[in-house]
């Protein structure tokens, strides 16, 4: 996935403009305002449109740099049976550290949802690793949870006092991680 923060990066060390890198880039399909607006988008991590593989192989040849320096790479679980609040501790310990790291951390951590997050930690690794990443110098750039709302079929009564009942839900989550180069 392409990265803003170093596109805008490598395009301002080179002293290129955002109209210089889009006439230097031509896509199928593009005109030159649409080339603009697509470079400002990704610069902003709006990935609208989104771009291809070849993008960012022109990008990083117009740049003059390695196509890993304008990349990050990242899985993510979605609808996690777990809630927010319980992985977003897990998800807090590892953001920032490298990859082993966390890796010796999650392996430790006495918490249900250090398995899930090492499941999707793994993936962005492999993810890495397939497009030819060197994996000893990855650390993890991104680690968040968001809401995924309520398990289906998982709405329960409890009695209460008086006759009466109260709902109980069981939450869902969204478990994201992103690996970067050092």
């Given amino acids: 996935m392409l990265s803003g923060k170093k596109l805008s990066r490598c395009r301002k060390a080179r002293g290129l403009s ?25 610069e902003q991590d709006r990935l609208t449109p989104a771009p291809t593989r070849a993008d960012i192989d022109t990008l990083a040849q117009v740049l003059q ?26 998800a807090q310990l590892i953001r920032g550290r ?37 994996v000893e110098r990855l650390y993890v750039s991104d680690a968040r949870v968001d809401e995924g709302g309520v398990r ?15 709902s109980w839900t069981r939450l869902a989550s969204h478990i994201h991680v992103s690996v970067d180069m050092d």
Avoid: C
Avoid at 18 to 42: C, K, M
């Fill in 152 to 166: 289906l079929n998982t709405r329960r009564w409890r009695p209460k006092d008086r006759g009466r009942a109260v």
């Fill in 98 to 134: 490298t990859v082993q790291d966390a890796l010796d951390l999650l392996k430790f951590a006495n918490k249900r949802s250090a398995v899930m997050v090492d499941k999707v930690l793994r993936s962005a690794i492999a993810n890495a690793d397939e497009q030819e990443a060197d």
């Fill in 18 to 42: 955002t109209a210089d890198l889009a006439e230097r880039i031509e896509r199928s399909g593009l005109s030159s305002r649409q080339a603009r607006a697509a470079i400002g988008n990704w």
């Fill in 65 to 90: 740099v390695p196509r890993q320096d304008l990349v990050v790479w990242s899985a993510s679980h979605r609808y996690a049976p777990i809630a927010p609040r319980k992985a977003r501790l897990i």
